[in-house]
C-alpha cells in the first residue's frame, strides 16, 4: 500500500540538533549494506553518486553503510568498504562530498562483524566472545553460501584490545576523510552485540555475566572512539533484534535496557533500530514506555528510532509522542530516495520492492530493477 502526506507540515521536516550537528530534517537514511565497493573495500564513484542521490533528496542525515574497522577480522562480506587503509580514506571522500554539495549531514557506521562475517576477503577466522555457532543460517542476498556459520574462535584479551584498537583508528580515519559524525554499530547480532547477547556470550572475564559486564566491550569502544574522533559526532546503534535472531529480546527486557544506555551515555546519541513496522507497540515495555523513551530519558540524548517510519502516520506520532528525535529509513528510502521532497509536497510514496535487493543487495541489481520498472 502505498502512504500519502496529508500535509506539508509534517514533523519530520522540522530541523533538529544532533549533539553538535545540526539537521535540515528529522529524516535519515539508515545504515543500508550494499556489497558494493571494490574488492579492497575501496569505495566506487558509483557509491558516491549512490549517497548523493539521498542527499539531493532532502535527507536531512545519511549513516552509511556498515564500514569494517581493521585488517583482520572485522569485515563481514565480500564488497564490504572499509576505514582502514589510506585507500579507503581517498575513496570516502568523493562520498563525503557529494553528501555536503547537497545540504545533507553524513555519518560513517564502524561496524565489526564478529561471528557473523560471511566473506572476508583476507581469509581470516571468524572471532567471537564466546565459540558458539551463530543462529540462523548466511544471508544469500549478500553473498552468503554454505548455510549455517561455523563456530568462531573465543576472542582473548589480546583480540578485544585489538578490536578496540581498529574502532579507533578507523574513527580517525573518518574524520580524515570530512565525515560529520561517526556511528559504532552495537546492533543486529554483530560482534558488539555478540558480547550484549546472553547466549553468544558465556564468558566468565569482565566482558561476561551480568549486562553490565556484557555491554563493557562496547562501552570501552565508545571510549576509544571519541578519544580519537575529535570533534566529531559520536553515536551508538543498538538493537534487540537480530539479522540472524528477529525474535531476540533483551531478557531483563526494561532493567536490561537501563543497564545499557546508562552505560552508553557518553555517546552523542542513541540509534535504536528494528523494532518492527508497528513501532510505537513493538517497542513496548511492560511500564508502557517504549524503548526510545527509555533511552532519552535514561541516557538524557537525543534518540533515532528505526522501523516502519515510512508509514507517515506513525512516523509523525513518534515524533510528536516523545518517543525519538529522529527517524532512520531503509526500505522506505530505497523505493524513495526523494522521500523528504515528497512528504513536504504530499507527493505518494512508491512502495519498496524486494526484486531491487536480488540476486545480490548491491548497486548493480538495484540498477538492473530500475531499467526493468521505469523507476
Not at 566491550?217 to 565508545?222: D, G, P, Q
Not at 537480530?242 to 535496557?257: I, L, Q, T
Amino acid at each position: 500500500m502505498t502512504t500519502a502526506a496529508r500535509q506539508s507540515t509534517h514533523p519530520a521536516l522540522e530541523p533538529v540538533e544532533l549533539g553538535a550537528l545540526r539537521l535540515r530534517n528529522r529524516l535519515a537514511v539508515a545504515p543500508m549494506t550494499r556489497v558494493s565497493a571494490a574488492a579492497d573495500g575501496t569505495p566506487t564513484a558509483a557509491m558516491a553518486e549512490y549517497y548523493r542521490e539521498y542527499a539531493t533528496g532532502g535527507f536531512g542525515l545519511i549513516i552509511t553503510e556498515g564500514v569494517y574497522t581493521d585488517a583482520t577480522h572485522s569485515q563481514g562480506y565480500f564488497g564490504q568498504p572499509g576505514l582502514v587503509t589510506a585507500a579507503h580514506v581517498a575513496g570516502w571522500r568523493p562520498v563525503v562530498e557529494a553528501a555536503h554539495e547537497a545540504g545533507a549531514v553524513i555519518i560513517a557506521q564502524l561496524m565489526h562483524a564478529g561471528a557473523i562475517s560471511q566473506g572476508n576477503a583476507g581469509g581470516f577466522e571468524t572471532i567471537g566472545p564466546s565459540a558458539v555457532p551463530p543462529r540462523g543460517q548466511m544471508m544469500a542476498d549478500y553473498g552468503g553460501v554454505g548455510g549455517a556459520w561455523s563456530a568462531p574462535r573465543e576472542m582473548t584479551a589480546r583480540d578485544i584490545d585489538e578490536v578496540v584498537a581498529g574502532f579507533a583508528a578507523a574513527a580517525a580515519n573518518a574524520r580524515a576523510a570530512g565525515f560529520d559524525g561517526v556511528e559504532i554499530h552495537g546492533a543486529n547480532g554483530y560482534l558488539l552485540d555478540q558480547f550484549l547477547t546472553d547466549y553468544t556470550n558465556l564468558r566468565t572475564d569482565e566482558y561476561g555475566g551480568a549486562v553490565a559486564d556484557r555491554i563493557r566491550l562496547t562501552a570501552r569502544v565508545l571510549d576509544a572512539v571519541r578519544a580519537a574522533a575529535g570533534d566529531l559526532a559520536v553515536g551508538v546503534r543498538l538493537s534487540q533484534t537480530k539479522v540472524n535472531d528477529f525474535g531476540y529480546r533483551w531478557p531483563g527486557g526494561e532493567a536490561d535496557a537501563r543497564v545499557v544506555f546508562a552505560a552508553l551515555s557518553a555517546a552523542d546519541y542513541l540509534h535504536v533500530a528494528s523494532e518492527g513496522k508497528d513501532f510505537i507497540e513493538t517497542a513496548r515495555f511492560a511500564s508502557d514506555d517504549t524503548i526510545t523513551q527509555l533511552a532519552r530519558a535514561v541516557s538524557g540524548r537525543p534518540v533515532i528510532a528505526n522501523g516502519g517510519m515510512h508509514v507517515l502516520e506513525q512516523a509523525a506520532a513518534v515524533l510528536t509522542g516523545g518517543h525519538a528525535d529522529v527517524l532512520t529509513l531503509g526500505r522506505g528510502a530505497l523505493a524513495n530516495p526523494d522521500l523528504p521532497q515528497r512528504v513536504r509536497s504530499g507527493v505518494a510514496l512508491a512502495d519498496f520492492d524486494y526484486e531491487m535487493l536480488h540476486p545480490l543487495a548491491n548497486l548493480e541489481s538495484a540498477a538492473a530493477w530500475r531499467a526493468r520498472s521505469g523507476r
